[in-house]
């Protein structure tokens, strides 16, 4: 206990670091939301005709958008979310800049009846990383 009190800003550094560590995937448990790196990404639109959707607002879409997505900003994601409803049977891949609001987006469409939602694992970023195509 000592050691604790003694210490207690370590203490709560690794509290938080736990926390953080923990989080993301427990996020995804409760949304429902599968996560897909760039490659399962690419497979996924290749092979099963996946669908993607940028989630980015229209000021960030400046680098470009992934061939062929749909435009849905997140700001305005609950209107502009009902132009995917025809592709409820296929799997929808979710982005935005990194990755952490394609989350809460994906939610919302698992919310709604889609089955196969993906969140595209380091959003943009990884894309442009891996030097994909993008169109303007």
């Known amino acids: 206990m000592e050691f604790i009190v003694q210490n207690w800003v ?28 760039v490659f399962d990404a690419v497979s996924l639109s290749n092979h ?4 993607f959707v940028d989630v980015r607002e229209s000021k960030e879409m400046a680098t470009g ?4 997505a749909y435009r849905v900003p997140l700001s ?31 939610g ?3 919310k709604k009846g889609f089955d196969r939602v993906y969140s595209l694992t380091g959003g943009i970023l990884a894309w442009e990383k891996e030097k994909l195509p993008l169109e303007s």
């Open 108 to 110: 919302k469409l698992r």
């Open 48 to 51: 099963e005709d996946a669908i």
């Open 76 to 106: 305005n994601f609950d209107k502009s979310a009902t132009q995917l409803d025809k592709f409820k049977d296929k799997p929808i891949i979710v982005y935005c800049r990194s990755g952490n609001r394609s989350i809460g987006a994906g």
């Open 65 to 68: 958008v992934i061939n062929g």
């Open 10 to 37: 370590l203490i709560a550094g690794i509290m938080v670091v736990s926390l953080l560590l923990i989080a993301e995937p427990l996020r995804l448990r409760i949304t429902g939301v599968k996560t897909a790196n």
